[in-house]
């Protein structure tokens, strides 16, 4: 084998091997024995034509990819083991032109474990905010935040829409006799002050089963150069109008969503549990300005890929959660009053800091030499399983692979710990 790495550039390993024509050569005879059956050629029963005939009639490279496929994946890993390479990726291969006798080209680039350059991770300076006290406002916030999770979400039928309705439609969109796809089961709130499709207003009092015509110009400042200021018909189709429905706040709210005797415990319980709240989010926030301040200290360029690859991973489980509350991201989007670009920037950076954490952590690890117990371990599956509806039962055991995910985590809480205990923490007023 002839490797040769070129460069490493952003986490990135672009390298060159060959394939002996004569390791080649064995793979495309493998390729046609797999295949022989495959073929028919006239004058020859199935499966009795020689490889020289059925190359002559097809051209050899009817071979190639089964010859390639049956070489190149051992060739390559065998190369990644020469030049010490950790892949965190699939690869981008180029294979070279295909000469009879000559030895095969092959071009790589693949994504490899970063290099993690640690900088002093004792003494980190952090601030963080005084703890709050719960208050009487805090305990009323929460009641109404349990009233709205708890909310009686009601078809209102043949009932005209109103302002704070939520409507469910399917429409057309023609924009100067240029039909775009169609919008299906588009959900979003009624609201005038904050049109997102800029025909709202057009829905106002209609029904369930409505179809509507209607006319409307995009803004001479669209985003969208394509759209800016030109005349669109859009053709909707009213499916459902829904109307928002709070519950009283009285005992028997306090008995059916709380669990309690009456209105006095529930606040009791909701004192509680706002006490552990803000105990938790002091700790998170604590431990996310040590994240922030180790980020500064340590250099780290992971490949975009796996930014990428995070970021739609946040993003599915993002709209799952989002379904799971009867919304979707449009909606999520105008509630919040967030413009899709700078909301996929948001998200990008999230997950950008999510993978450079990942990797500065494994190597605080590594270096701090931080170990888990066979005791933390199993304790620490049984609430990963908890977490994600497993039975806490033999969990370790259960969770298979994800085992190996509990444990980096359980590590990880370690290193950042040992952060915290060494870090110069600030407290504001």
């Known amino acids: ?41 006239p004058g020859f029963r199935k499966g009795k034509v020689t490889r020289a005939v059925l190359e002559s009639k097809l051209g050899p490279e009817v071979l190639y990819q089964d010859a390639l496929d049956f070489v190149v994946p051992e060739e390559y890993a065998a190369t990644l083991q020469e030049l010490e390479l950790e892949p965190v990726g699939d690869p981008d291969i180029e294979v070279g032109y295909i000469e009879k006798g000559k030895p095969l080209s092959i071009k790589v680039c693949v994504p490899i474990t970063p290099e993690v350059t640690l900088g002093t991770i004792e003494g980190l300076e952090v601030k963080v905010p005084k703890k709050r006290e719960v208050t009487d406002k805090d305990i009323e916030r929460y009641l109404e935040e349990l009233r709205s999770r708890n909310k009686k979400v009601m078809d209102k039928f043949d009932e005209p829409a109103s302002p704070g309705d939520t409507l469910t439609i399917d429409y057309k969109c023609t924009v100067e ?181 990942e990797f500065i952590l494994d190597k605080i690890i ?17 609430v990963f399983a908890s977490q994600i509806g497993m039975d806490k039962g033999n969990a370790r055991k259960n969770l298979g692979p994800l085992v190996n995910k509990v444990l980096f985590e359980l590590k990880a809480e370690k290193a950042i710990q040992y952060m915290i205990d060494h870090a110069k923490i600030i407290v504001n007023d």
């Not at 002839?2 to 952003?10: F, Q």
């Not at 390298?15 to 059956?37: D, H, M, V």
């Not at 004192?271 to 552990?276: S, T």
């Not at 590594?366 to 049984?382: A, H, R």
Request: glycine share 4%; aromatic share 8%.
């Open 1 to 41: 084998m002839d490797a040769t790495l070129e460069k490493i550039e952003n986490s990135e390993a672009f390298f060159n091997f060959s394939i002996e024509a004569e390791k080649f050569e064995k793979a495309l005879e493998k390729s046609f024995k797999k295949n022989i059956n495959n073929y028919e050629i």
């Open 177 to 357: 006799d240029i039909a775009y796809d169609d919008v299906i089961d588009y959900k979003f709130m009624l609201d005038l002050s904050n049109p997102i499709l800029g025909f709202e207003d057009n829905l106002l009092d209609a029904k369930k089963g409505d179809s509507l015509s209607i006319e409307n110009h995009f803004p001479a400042n669209h985003s969208l150069k394509q759209l800016a200021g030109k005349k669109a018909r859009f053709i909707v189709t009213v499916k459902k109008v829904e109307n928002i429905q709070l519950r009283e706040l009285d005992d028997q709210f306090a008995q059916e969503v709380g669990k309690v005797k009456n209105l006095e415990e529930l606040r009791i319980k909701a004192k509680k549990e706002l006490v552990e709240m803000a105990s938790l989010r002091s700790t998170n926030i604590l431990r996310q300005a040590i994240i922030k301040a180790m980020l500064e200290k340590c250099d780290v360029t992971v490949p975009e890929f796996l930014i990428m690859q995070r970021a739609k991973d946040m993003l599915n489980q993002f709209s799952k959660q989002l379904a799971a509350e009867g919304g979707d991201i449009d909606l999520y989007l105008q509630m919040t009053h967030k413009k899709p670009e700078s909301f996929k920037k948001q998200m990008w950076e999230e997950a950008k800091n999510a993978v450079k954490t």
């Open 366 to 382: 590594n270096e701090k030499g931080f170990e888990i117990s066979e005791e933390e371990l199993d304790k620490g599956s049984e």
